[in-house]
């Protein structure tokens, strides 16, 4: 529901983003990447009942999309989690570890998507080495971001009726298949051998929540929205609700068209289900859709990086020297350069599957910190109109963030313990440096 009061306050920017293009904003971040991807991770961990952690990871997502629909059209000024955590907890270090585990998911998150750009669709149109392609992608973006790449709506409607394309041919040629006698719907209750049912469902629904994460970052136009009290909760949950029912319709023509076993062997998981079909879609054109959807995700995620670092430092959380920009770009080539070669380090010593799950674990302490800070400012006023969540759905939101921690493998946290490391140093050191001056 929402809170009646008086008008919106005032902004210097244009308040032009309607309820569709926020919702097509929404969706293209969400869309995609990680279903692109992630397919045969899934195949892996459930054998062929892949719905199953996809639906689980929506249900979670949506708890925590509440909780931004509150604080987002509450603080329509904001601009993110490290604003809510700074307004609820008045604590710089709180406001600093929030905002370094948005900047990490980010940068760890393009390392993923460069891993599953490099991988078996790339290797329809050139056949290199992975981590080669890899290193040579993410020198390509950091070269495009310096230049001073900036995504419009209009460029991501687009790239999103690209990625959505690519989904529904998956789904519409497996029908057909279906139709014909092909396929084998047995297999979505069919887990892998050995395995506890709800214990691996569970397990991963870590990986399918990778697939939901990306409507956090709609948190940043939020000012730009025209009446956000009514837009951005509409937006925002249609857009998970639209990406949830094309994830589930993906999965369940996955699972009935190729065997489990065959599906978690290919880092091209959905090309492979297009041609188990022998619809005739050329390799070539659904591969070319596939890597559009990753190279736009990967490229949208290294300039939100690049970007939150260099505010970051123009706020004194990070090193000075990451706010530097070129003199006629305008662009922080600092921090992209640092941004990059971190994402190309993580490329070149960690695997999909581990990526995709650090991702989850350092916005799951973000997520945690969001649904705090809603009930904590229900005791800040304020006077214009904005949503307002159900009380216990924070609660549950907190309650599920810890219930997908608690599954994460010790090597997930191990990455997790290492980035928090970083942030202290990153933290103390030029604090300590200034203290002894």
Request: proline share 5%; hydrophobic share 60%; glycine share 8%.
């Amino acid at each position: 529901m929402a809170t009646l009061g008086s008008a919106l306050p005032p902004t210097k920017l244009r308040r032009a983003i309607t309820g569709p293009l926020l919702f097509l904003f929404i969706l293209g971040d969400v869309l995609g990447a990680g279903i692109y991807a992630l397919a045969g991770v899934l195949a892996g961990d459930v054998g062929g009942v892949l719905w199953a952690p996809i639906m689980l990871a929506l249900g979670l997502a949506l708890l925590t999309a509440g909780s931004y629909a509150e604080l987002v059209t509450k603080y329509p000024k904001a601009g993110g989690a490290a604003v809510f955590a700074e307004r609820a907890f008045r604590r710089p270090v709180v406001s600093f570890l929030v905002g370094f585990s948005m900047l990490a998911a980010g940068v760890t998150s393009a390392a993923g998507l460069t891993l599953a750009f490099a991988g078996d669709y790339l290797t329809v149109f050139i056949d290199v080495p992975p981590i080669v392609s890899a290193l040579v992608f993410l020198a390509l973006i950091a070269a495009l971001n310096a230049r001073g790449i900036r995504e419009s709506l209009g460029a991501n409607v687009v790239m999103t009726v690209l990625e959505l394309s690519g989904l529904v041919l998956v789904v519409v040629v497996v029908a057909i298949f279906v139709g014909g006698g092909g396929g084998d719907a047995a297999r979505l209750t069919t887990f892998p051998e050995g395995s506890v049912p709800a214990l691996a469902i569970l397990a991963a629904s870590i990986v399918a929540f990778y697939s939901f994460v990306g409507f956090e970052v709609s948190a940043n136009v939020a000012e730009e929205v025209r009446d956000p009290a009514r837009t951005y909760p509409r937006a925002l949950f249609g857009a998970l609700i639209t990406a949830g029912v094309l994830y589930l319709l993906v999965a369940l023509a996955s699972g009935i068209a190729l065997p489990s076993d065959e599906l978690a062997d290919t880092s091209a998981p959905l090309l492979a289900v297009v041609e188990s079909t022998g619809a005739g879609v050329p390799p070539w054109l659904f591969s070319l859709v596939a890597l559009i959807a990753v190279a736009n995700g990967a490229l949208l995620t290294m300039i939100m990086a690049s970007r939150l670092a260099f505010g970051m430092a123009e706020r004194g959380l990070l090193p000075g020297v990451l706010a530097r920009v070129l003199p006629r770009r305008k662009t922080p080539w600092v921090a992209i350069v640092a941004t990059t070669v971190v994402a190309m380090i993580l490329a070149s010593i960690g695997t999909l599957e581990l990526l995709a799950e650090t991702v989850v674990l350092l916005l799951l302490f973000v997520f945690i910190t969001v649904n705090v800070a809603v009930l904590v400012l229900r005791r800040d006023r304020v006077d214009h109109q904005h949503f307002r969540v159900w009380a216990p759905i924070p609660v549950l939101g907190v309650a599920s963030c810890i219930l997908l921690l608690s599954q994460q493998r010790a090597e997930v946290w191990l990455a997790g313990a290492i980035m928090l490391a970083i942030s202290a140093i990153l933290y103390l050191v030029p604090r300590a440096i200034t203290r002894a001056r």
